[in-house]
Structures are given as structure tokens and as C-alpha cells.
T-cell receptor
Framework: EDQVTQSPEALRLQEGESSSLNCSYT??????LFWYRQDPGKGPEFLFT???AGEEKEKERLKATLTKKESFLHITAPKPEDSATYLC???????????FGKGTRLSVIA | NAGVTQTPKFQVLKTGQSMTLQCAQD?????MSWYRQDPGMGLRLIHY???????DQGEVPNGYNVSRSTTEDFPLRLLSAAPSQTSVYFC?????????????FGSGTRLTVV
């Protein structure tokens, strides 16, 4: 069964305090791993797609990395506006849509 | 470019009532999906479609129907609403899955069944 587990469930950081979010997955034939950001009351917003182990993507203070079993979302020197829920999802083989983890709720305190 | 448009944004139903959640996209995306999001449960797939005239069930399809008569529209029907269907519903669309474009989500419909 395709499965995504994110940790921690919630993370509280001081502004400027770097950290990482984890996404562990088991999937039949990974066709892509996705990171999304979700603000309260809104739909998820696409951040990154990673396809193969060793791949990295960056956007402002965020960097996503991928291994064969997990992905990390590194947040460098976060600001309060980075506060959101971050979702990880995998795309299995075939036409099956994305399978999501439960998310990590990030709070960055000024 | 509107992206993915969901209506209504909020809805209150009585148990046993039926209704249709609307979803429309203007990006000519082949793939469309419906998810529900509940506290502590994450996003769970209800139904999806890989193109007009083709639909399939996801993880939690019971109590819901879908159809895809056009590329643009993918309505979700609640046949007889139950309190367990109280949730936030998101519609999403994507271009060819093989090229790996991220899903574009609508802003959601918050449904309460009393």
C-alpha cells in the first residue's frame, strides 16, 4: 500500500532558527514526490517536484531533497511568513493520483 | 487565468439532503481529482478522472458520485448527506501526470452537515 508519513506533526521555530521537515514514503514505483504549502482556509499551493534520489530543488528559504525512502524540506533562517502547513505527496505508478501525508504545521515566531 | 474554481465556498446541509459541489478549471488539464480534508486525517482521495468520460474511485468514495462530461468540469454529488461528510472539499487539476506538473488546487468548499 502506498503510504506517506510526515514528521513532526507540528514545529515551532524562532525567526532565523533553521530546521528540517521529514517525509517518509513507501510507494510502488515512484513517479514523483511533491511538496505543497497550505495556509489556513486555502487550498494547497505547489512548491516542488522531485523525481529521483539525490535530486534537490530550492526556492527562497526552502530546499527540498530526496532519497530512496524519504524527502526533507529544509527551511533556512525562517521568517514568520513561512508559517503554514507543509504537505508531502507521492505519485505512484500508473494513473493513480497523489497520495498525501498528514502534513507538518510550522509556526515561526518573531 | 482563473485556475480551479470551486463553488460554493460554504454550505450547510441537513442530514439526508443532496447537493452538488462544482469544480471548473480553465487550463485544459486532463486530470482532475476530489479530496476531502479532515483534522488529523490529511487529504484523502474521493474520486478522480483522467479525462472526459473517464472516472474512478479513490480511497473514500462511498456516498459520493462524479461525472466528467467535459474537460473543464468535474462536479461532486452528495447523494444523501450524513454528518460524517462534514469536511473541507478540495478539487485539483493537473496536466499530463507523466510530465510531473504539480496539482493546482481550488480554494475549497467547507461543508457542514447537521
Amino acid at each position: 500500500e502506498d503510504q506517506v508519513t510526515q514528521s513532526p506533526e507540528a514545529l515551532r521555530l524562532q525567526e532565523g532558527e533553521s530546521s528540517s521537515l521529514n517525509c517518509s514514503y513507501t510507494v510502488s514505483g515512484l513517479r514523483g514526490l511533491f511538496w505543497y504549502r497550505q495556509d489556513p482556509g486555502k487550498g494547497p499551493e505547489f512548491l516542488f517536484t522531485l523525481y529521483s534520489a539525490g535530486e534537490e530543488k530550492e526556492k527562497e528559504r526552502l530546499k527540498a531533497t530526496l532519497t530512496k525512502k524519504e524527502s526533507f524540506l529544509h527551511i533556512t533562517a525562517p521568517k514568520p511568513e513561512d508559517s503554514a502547513t507543509y504537505l508531502c505527496a507521492v505519485r505512484p505508478s500508473g494513473n493513480t493520483p497523489l497520495v498525501f501525508g498528514k502534513g507538518t504545521r510550522l509556526s515561526v515566531i518573531a | 487565468n482563473a485556475g480551479v474554481t470551486q463553488t460554493p465556498k460554504f454550505q450547510v446541509l441537513k442530514t439526508g439532503q443532496s447537493m452538488t459541489l462544482q469544480c471548473a478549471q480553465d487550463m485544459n488539464h486532463e486530470y482532475m481529482s476530489w479530496y476531502r480534508q479532515d483534522p488529523g486525517m490529511g487529504l484523502r482521495l474521493i474520486h478522480y478522472s483522467v479525462g472526459a468520460g473517464i472516472t474512478d474511485q479513490g480511497e473514500v468514495p462511498n456516498g459520493y458520485n462524479v461525472s466528467r462530461s467535459t474537460t473543464e468540469d468535474f462536479p461532486l454529488r452528495l447523494l444523501s448527506a450524513a454528518p460524517s461528510q462534514t469536511s473541507v472539499y478540495f478539487c485539483a487539476s493537473s496536466s499530463n501526470e507523466g510530465t510531473g506538473g504539480g496539482y493546482t488546487f481550488g480554494s475549497g468548499t467547507r461543508l457542514t452537515v447537521v
